[in-house]
């Protein structure tokens, strides 16, 4: 592990660097450890260590971070309260997620009023489940019940009952079963939907001498693979798998990882990822963007930007073309009709499959999409350059941006709203104590100001000056250097290894749902290279990550 | 009082039987008196503080006028408690941030909402506060008293999430308390299956159905319970606490369908449902939850709540008004008329509100008084903005933390106390502005008001967060 003390150092001095020429190439540093371990690391995931446990991704034993019990996101609950037991359930009837990064991953502790949701959804949600057309019986009866705990519990818990769990079960069943079958399954629902095995990633794995560590049986391999690549619940085919012990080798999993990745499931999850990494799903969580001064906009556009950034992977991942490249480039998208007219494109331009190619280059992959645009920044400011280029350092360079120091006038002078952003900061250019931090960022922010508060392109400010979205990245990115406008800046991003490593540590957390520790240096790092390899396969990193030991194993209980 | 549709449903689940033994519990009882109400503690959160000059009342003592965008309180004025002159004592000042070299710190929006009813500052990471707020304090407190249905309930809008700018109350170290951030959720949670015995309770056909929902109630708690008892079993240290904290939140849930959720106070009835959609109104939505805060307290189903307007990032996102955070940084020394204007007519906006919490308050009558004179308000924001010193944005000085209500139990009403803002003849400049030295003692930080409101409530309390400065409580309350 000779990586880890870079690494380290990262994590502790990202929390105090200034500016000043430290912090991104501390930022970088972690990125380029990572990338660096993969190119002499040996052995990597589809290393060939496919025989038996053990054979960490250095090559010498195998190593993961600290587990992490965490709860199912709200969206995972509704999504599979609906795949499962076909009952709708709206997302704000749960308690708001807490986030590792910018990811949904509820892994702090339960509020005493979570519980009491959980509860009372559950009852909601039992009331309706006709679980007799769920679990496909010819007659709502006893053995009718049994089927119900057999099949539709399974897909819940993500693994077959216990017999303890499914005589309590159906013990509640016959409780209810005085009123009816209806009443009886209604509570065996109730019941499930608060069990930990339902709420909760319930993971112990089984003792692996070769490496120390705990290795995910089949049943939580199977929980794991529907969670990252499906956000639901697994299959029959995959329960099965795990019912015959069929997902123990890198080689089994990644079978059933190709399988899942040529569902409409996966896109859709992968489409996910980005809504929450540019922050484009807070358009539909209300009051998350506050822009009502700015004239508000309508929940119809809102859910038109979500869904836009949303048909744009979907697309991609169907044609091949989910790399990280075309997403951060590509010049065309599929905006709803909602937003076409909202963003002045002509309708002559939107083909039958609902594709509009950019030939002007107005647009330039998801960045520049409307909802990243309208989500940040999230309220009327001012500064808006410097949120933007602060969200690019931050989430696409891993760089952390330390708060302003203490002291100054923000103050805001008249009309600047509507004064250009270049001449508003321009003081952050110069001045000796803005310039280390404030160039990092404002100067990749001015290129995106062909946007607006609501992503609709502009060429010029309200009061006629013309908008220049000439910017600059620099301090120790390896694509440091000038670029002008929206699509050349998507161009940089897309070709930046940096930016690459960086992803790999956001597709950890949202994966593994918690954040990156040196032992997941090589786990990282297998991600990271194959992002890093061409135009940046998203599936095929993916894949690559199903079969490292970050996912495949956990540390034991401590 | 009873909801009759909920009656009704109530009638119609009867399976027979009679339980006589259980007819006490179900009969109403009186209203609360003047000697029997409970103390009850309402903590409130608005962003970006009010326009000073404005906001505070002119005069000291009892003789004093509300300040000018405030007058739509004077109703309520006798029900009024101003500090005028503390200070927000973990804002992003100098010497808060020599005290922790290495802390990320954030700005004074998330430095102020995590320590305004905390009184600490935040975690390393510069997320969330390093200790609970003072609406999870008292709680605790009076829960252990005597348990409600539930501790304490939080609602806000849809600002109102977990984050580092919107999290202001939190139930303990790093752990914010989640909000409900819609009316109709909360009426679902609080509400929607509470049975409210009237006359007929007596009915023992109601008791016997009752009876046999409890059953089955706490036969699911017990199911529930059983498989987190064979889960938490094996899992380690940390992720125990994990589990425990779950099976404690079943143990609240499990008093309550213990209690087949029935009330028998006769001043408490439901509040109107809320629509199921999110609320693009959020006038309507506030005075729904402030509805819903109002029946809570008076079914007695909890003696604390929390209510939260927008956040300390956008402020509340209205249309029709300027941007809420953009006007307080517009206002510099010399603000344009506009921009004062702007502000003003947010805080005016706010004024309408509490005017109408304070009313519904009052509209429960209890003993010689109402429901306000038995719950403490405390309002509280993440700063304010200056006009006499620290000018323009947003800063610490006179924070506007003030009180409403609770005259029958915990502080004497009506009036404004003065507290000295900065040694006489003392100037604010560039270079003093936002770092005095407050080990001298010139200013009164707002954790001796948290000292207070403790004691208020019975606590042995006599420091809070992190910068008390071990004088107790504020002086002069009583």
Known sequence: MQFSRAVLAFFSGSLLVGCTGTISSEGTDRARATGG???????????????????????????????????????????????????????????????????????SPVQETEVDRYASVAESVADKVDGAAVAKCAVANRACAEKILNETASRLYRRKLQSEE??????????????????????????????PSFLYLVEFGESDEA???????????????????????????????????????????????????????????????????????????????SKASLGGFSAEIRQAMVDETTAFVVDAIRNNEATVANLLSAKHSFPPAPLVTFNGISAASVKANGRVDFVDGKRAGLLTMSGFMTAEPPTPTAYGAVQRGKVIREDLFCQHMPPPPPGLNFTEPPDAAITPQRELLAQHQSDATCKGCHRLMDNIGFALENYDAFGRYRDAYPRGEKVDPSGLIEGETDVDGDFTGPEQLGAMLAR??????????????????????????????????????????????????????????????? | MANQGSRRKFMANIVGGAAAARLMPLMPRAAFGATDAPKRLLCVFSPMGYLENFFWPRGEGADFTLGETQTALTPYKDKLLY????????????????????????????????AVFTGNMKDLQGKYSLSESIDQTVAKYLYSQNATAYKSIALADGNGGPGPHSSCFYSGPGQPVTPITLPRVAYDTYFDKLQITGPSASDAAAIAAATRRKLVNQSVVDTVRSEFNAVCARLGVRERQLCDAHLAGLRLVEKRVQDVGQVNLAQCAKP?????????????????????????????????????????????????????????HAMGDNPSATVESDHKRWDQFYAKQWLYLLEQLSSVPEGNGSMLDNTLVLFGSDTTTGQTLARGAHNGFRFPMWIAGGGNFAFRTGRQLMFPVMPPGTQATAANKWGYDYKGGKYLYHNALLVSVAQAFGMNINAYGSHDQGVGGVPGLK
């Open chain 1, 37 to 107: 371990m993969a190119s002499t690391g040996g052995n990597g995931a589809s290393g060939g260590e496919a025989g038996g446990p053990g054979g960490g991704q250095d090559g010498n034993r195998a190593s993961v971070g600290p587990a992490q019990w965490r709860r199912l996101s709200g969206d995972q609950y509704v999504k599979i309260v609906k795949d499962v037991l076909g009952v709708d359930v709206s997302r704000s009837a749960l308690l708001a997620d807490t986030k590792t990064g910018l990811f949904a991953t509820n892994i």
């Open chain 1, 166 to 195: 499914s005589k309590a079960l159906l013990a509640l069943f016959d409780l209810g079963n005085a009123d009816g079958f209806k009443t009886g399954a209604s509570l065996m629902f109730r019941a499930m939907l608060q069990s």
């Open chain 1, 211 to 289: 490496t120390g560590l705990q290795k995910l049986g089949p049943y939580e391999t199977a929980a794991r693979l529907a969670l990252v690549l499906w956000n639901t619940a697994p299959d029959a085919t995959l329960l099965g798998a795990a019912a015959s012990n069929a997902l123990g080798t890198v080689e089994e999993i990644k079978q059933q990882a190709q399988r899942m990745m040529q569902d409409p499931r996966f896109a859709l999850s992968a489409a996910d990822f980005y809504l929450q990494l540019f922050r484009v799903n807070k358009l539909v969580r209300e009051g998350a963007i």
């Open chain 1, 496 to 558: 930046s290894k940096d930016v690459r490593n960086c992803l790999a540590e956001q597709w950890f957390r949202y994966a593994v749902g918690r954040e990156p520790t040196s032992e997941d240096d090589g786990s990282v790092a297998i991600l990271a290279k194959t992002l890093r390899e061409g135009a940046g396969d998203i599936p095929s990193a993916l894949l690559a990550f199903v079969q490292t030991d970050a996912f495949r194993f956990i540390q034991g209980v401590q």
């Open chain 2, 83 to 114: 500090m005028n002159g503390l200070m927000h004592s973990a804002h992003n000042t100098g010497d808060r941030r020599a005290e922790r070299p290495g802390v990320v710190w954030d700005n004074e929006h998330g430095n102020g909402i995590a």
């Open chain 2, 272 to 328: 109107a449902q809320p629509g199921a959609g999110n609320a693009s109104d959020f006038e309507g939505a506030l005075r729904a939850n402030i509805g819903m805060i109002r029946a809570a307290f008076a079914c007695d189903l909890t003696r604390v709540a929390t209510l939260q307007l927008g956040n300390a990032d956008g402020g509340v996102d209205l249309a029709g008004f300027a941007n809420q955070h953009g006007t307080t």
